[in-house]
């Protein structure tokens, strides 16, 4: 089964009970095997407060969490060099490049954050 990469924003809308996000990953779990990089999980423990770390575990739990490999890193850097905006954060290279080497699609909230043409991104809601 293909991969899915989940971006961070996803996860937290899952978190917050965005139903149409939920709807979303139920059904993208029936094709795909949901996956995240670990820079999500450092974005989302960035931004938890204590009493939500019960549910993000629980959340992270059913996920495949995606080390960076090098292979990773050197395409992420390809990403950010090539792409002009200063707007494009390192993480997010590092989560396409996470999509990219490992074949899968990229679900996100924010399609304009991922403007590279060698990964199919996915609006996730």
């Known amino acids: 089964m293909t991969k899915i990469v989940l971006d961070t924003d996803v996860l937290i809308d899952v978190l917050r009970g965005r139903e149409a996000v939920r709807a979303f990953l139920e059904d ?4 795909f095997v949901p996956c995240c990089s670990v820079i999500s999980v450092a974005e989302l423990f960035v931004g938890m407060y204590p009493e939500e770390e019960r549910a ?5 739990d059913g996920l495949v969490i995606l080390p960076v490999t090098q292979d990773m ?15 494009l954060e390192l993480a997010d290279c590092l989560i396409a490049a996470t999509a990219f ?3 899968a699609t990229l679900a996100t909230g ?4 991922y403007p590279m043409h060698d990964i199919t991104v996915v609006k996730a809601r």
């Open 101 to 103: 080497v490992e074949g």
């Open 56 to 60: 993000t575990r629980a959340l992270l």
């Open 28 to 31: 993208a779990a029936d094709r």
């Open 73 to 87: 890193a050197e395409v992420a850097g390809r990403f950010k060099r090539r792409t002009k905006t200063r707007r």
């Open 110 to 113: 924010n399609v304009k954050d």
